[in-house]
């Protein structure tokens, strides 16, 4: 059980500043589907991560397809995690307003598409939750994890990560 | 963050009416095998859906097996994921009492069983997500969602869907 | 809705005695990959498992890999599902200080590396569920669960176990 994050931690805006990070903007689903459900959901003080996939920087899917271990080495597939991760932080500020708002991480499922055989799952979604950590500290960014192979992913996309968090708790003096 | 749902709603059972939609009795897994765990289990506010799959109007799983991309195609699979909304439906009915009892939808995970190369889950599990806005509208039935191929499900069903909800606050009047 | 365990429950500590099940320690990543995130994080009273795997006795990764309909049979990975709940518990302890902090597991993500053509993945996740329900009770240990089939998992195990669990209720006498 953690207290929640002090008050004068640095703001994440600038932390992503100082380490060079640009969120993209929103996806577009490939062929024009409709996604009938949003990027992140909150109810309450929870936060639902919707399923997301690496994007280049102009907001598309990222142009690397295909399965970790047959199209995509280890150091490509650590690269999709972390576009990944980028991916849902611009999802989150869209949704929050500001990543400030984020008390916890909570879980992260990290499912990578896999060719018969490979199984190093963990070390491609550390490319996600060292960004993570990066980002917000240990005292916010820990989450439980689970990393994955899955037979297939939408699009092709090599890794797809479902998330959960927690808004930090009201201020009592505001 | 969403207030909880009007009481004045229309409710529940009488959209699913109007829309003709029947739900089907509890399924019996195949076989005979012993299912040691519920297929809604509620702990506070919070309800957990277990994984179900497609069922037929009579209870037993929909006849329909195999995998997207080879058994099935699109459509079948749309349908599917149609009528496993519908089982879930039908355990939440029955474990609630009434699905006006439920205040948001949080988290669909849709897993779809594929053959190689099929990469549009998120249509097929289009068919669980419109199901669920159609029957409890946007304010109730928002869900953060995933959708991704599995390598194979039990009994050889097409989708099978976990979910969590919230239970609607209590009216502080009552 | 459940009410929280009685105080007067037996520990779990003596019910592990006397059904004379040991849990391992920790585990260590093979190849002394870094794993970034704890076994178990708590937030508030939410317990998120991490994916854990079948452990030996000695706390290494348990020595059948491979995948059900292949290499292992069903005897195989339902024991592999039992040395994974013995793994998820070594960890909940470690975590928790005692089992007996915990109030209620809330859900159960089963996943078996299958071969194509295996469908019995509720029945390897029997042995995860069962020996839960055997050590924690119906009241404390009721869980939604889904048992799906992956294409791939870390290591080469043949299963993988991700939960959340919600710890007891402060006693308002203490």
Redesign the interface.
């Known amino acids: 059980?953690?207290p929640d994050a002090s008050p004068a931690r640095e703001p994440i805006a600038d932390r992503l500043a100082r380490l060079g990070l640009t969120l993209p903007p929103p996806i577009q689903?490939p062929g024009g589907?409709?996604?009938?459900?949003?990027?992140?959901?909150?109810?309450?003080r929870?936060v639902?991560?919707?399923?997301h996939g690496p994007q280049a920087p102009d907001g598309t899917l990222a142009p690397q397809r295909g399965k970790l271990g047959r199209e995509l080495d280890l150091v490509q597939g650590r690269e999709a995690a972390r576009l990944t991760a980028l991916a849902v932080l611009g999802s989150l500020q869209r949704a929050l307003g500001s990543l400030d708002a984020i008390g916890?991480w909570?879980?992260?499922?990290g499912?990578v598409a896999?060719a018969?055989?490979?199984?190093?799952?963990?070390?491609v979604v550390?490319g996600f939750?060292?960004l993570i950590?990066e980002v917000f500290g240990d005292e916010v960014g820990?989450?439980?994890?689970?990393?994955?192979?899955?037979?297939?992913?939408?699009?092709?996309i090599p890794v797809?990560v479902?998330a959960?968090l927690?808004l930090r708790a009201p201020s009592p003096g505001r």
């Open positions: 059980m953690k689903a589907i409709r996604l009938p459900f949003p990027f992140v959901h909150v109810v309450g929870r639902f991560v919707s399923g916890h909570c879980r992260v499922f499912m896999s018969p055989g490979f199984n190093r799952q963990p070390e550390n939750s060292e950590l820990t989450h439980a994890r689970s990393a994955v192979g899955m037979a297939e992913l939408p699009f092709d797809e479902e959960e927690e």
